[in-house]
């Protein structure tokens, strides 16, 4: 019993000092970019790194992107600033008011940018319209499905289904009451990352405001962002929502970077 202890012990120690060395051997620092050049990433031997990139990894909007920091690895993954602990990148809430007399229903849909210092403190706020939005009551049916744009969809052989479209430069919309009761909403945008289903509490509300907000935190927007070291030459950067990282992709060389040869 004390002999399986000891290697077990063993184990433990040996494993971490064996990835190491298998890492280090493949000699992974230099730089990593895009086929694009978009994305650029240099992972130095004094553990720091600097990432560049056209579009942010927090939101994948082009806004342009820098920062500098720490790296470190984990068996096959390189792992971004370790020492900072996640924080929420996205949020949202639905705000239900109700005005009398007033047969309509106001929908107002923000995009809202929030700044934080290090100690977590809210330095500014910036409200942006969102440029495509897509909604629907009670049920998230397709053809239900109405889109909230500031400009007409292009249509093509890969747009996929296009709902019904609302063509508007503002932030909010009047619409007519739905026949259903309304006890919930559907709403999907590039802002929020998904589609997410919202409970409504109050039956007699009718101006409902949508608010997503992208959190920018000043001490580090990486923060324990990893990607997968496939070999000394190319990473991954793309992961699914079940956590693993995707390895092949429709568009030539997307989420894959490539060591830029010296």
């Not at 008011?97 to 107002?108: A, Q």
């Not at 440029?131 to 400009?151: G, H």
């Not at 309304?182 to 009718?206: D, R």
Request: hydrophobic letters at 35%; glycine letters at 4%.
């Amino acid at each position: 019993m004390v002999k399986r202890l000891n290697l077990i012990r063993f184990i433990h120690i040996i494993l971490p000092l064996i990835s190491s060395y298998n890492v280090f051997s493949q000699n992974i620092i230099g730089t990593y970019t895009g086929i694009d050049s978009s994305i650029k990433v240099i992972l130095n031997n004094d553990s720091t790194f600097l990432f560049t990139s056209r579009i942010n990894p927090s939101f994948y909007r082009v806004e342009g992107f820098s920062e500098k920091g720490r790296w470190t690895f984990r068996s096959d993954t390189i792992v971004f600033n370790p020492q900072f602990s996640p924080k929420i990148n996205i949020e949202s809430e639905i705000i239900e008011k109700e005005y009398p007399n007033n047969k309509d229903v106001l929908l107002t849909f923000n995009h809202i940018k929030r700044y934080f210092d290090a100690e977590g403190n809210l330095l500014q706020t910036d409200t942006l319209k969102i440029e495509q939005l897509d909604y629907t009551f009670n049920k998230l049916v397709r053809k239900n499905l109405r889109r909230v744009t500031s400009r007409n969809t292009t249509r093509c052989s890969f747009a996929g289904y296009i709902p019904s479209e609302i063509i508007t430069k503002e932030n909010s919309i009047i619409i007519s009451k739905p026949s259903d009761e309304p006890n919930s909403i559907f709403i999907g945008c590039y802002e929020l990352q998904e589609t997410k289903e919202f409970i409504l509490k109050n039956k007699k509300a009718n101006h409902l405001t949508f608010n997503v907000f992208s959190n920018y935190y000043k001490d580090s927007q990486l923060r324990q962002m990893k990607y997968l070291l496939k070999n000394s030459k190319i990473i991954y950067t793309v992961r699914k929502r079940n956590g693993k990282f995707k390895k092949t992709f429709w568009l030539l060389d997307s989420g894959i970077l490539k060591k830029t040869k010296i």
